[in-house]
């Protein structure tokens, strides 16, 4: 099944010794300013409020945004890099994936990926299956703005449309199977049997790795293999 073959080619490129040492930092950036970040956010929400509505007081409204800031600002360098390593190492050249978490090279994916969420949103509130249907034809968006900053928001969009007419389900499943396996892992296996034990974060941290890095380096590699029968 090709899903199951591409997930297993992206595994073995995410493990690969030199684009681990490319992105050993943004990955520590992005794990631990997103997870250290979730928690402190949790921590100082108020939850005093007699009413939902009170939930959102100047105080939430406030960690809220700080929060959706940090989250979108890491996750996008971290993408930007990963899309910098990947093809540094396809070229055999040299790349600094930390400039990729410069705030102007993070906004400017961020616009496409906005672009693409309220794309995705409008089609959900539409019986679900044409927002399914928008995520999996702008799947590759983001990941084509990083590579090529010469693209608009829309020119992503619509260079990402006519790659994902070719085998584009077969992608988005195995992205879909990797997500649900992670989540499984989590909830049968990481928190039943890690949640006290020292190697929760050694584990946590393996599986985020494949969590954040695999859908990326699936999305480059069928891209490659896709884009020329397009």
Known sequence: MLSLKLLKISLREIFSLRLIKLMIIPFL???????FGENAFI?????SGESFGSFFNNQNLALIVKFYLLHNFVEYGFIG???SGLKAIKESSKVNPIVFFDPRKVFRLFKVAFLDGLMI???LLCLVIPGIMVDKRNQYCVLLAAEDKSLKPFEAIQKSKKISLNKGWYVYISILLLVMSDQLFSEIIMKPLFSTNFLFYP???LSKWI???CP???LFISK???QSKT
């Open 29 to 35: 950036i992005y794990y631990f300013a997103d997870n």
């Open 43 to 47: 921590r100082k929400l108020d939850f």
């Open 81 to 83: 890099a990963m899309v």
């Open 121 to 123: 949103s409008l089609g």
């Open 203 to 205: 584990i946590h941290l």
């Open 211 to 213: 969590l954040f890095a």
């Open 216 to 218: 990326i380096t699936l």
């Open 224 to 226: 490659e293999k896709f």
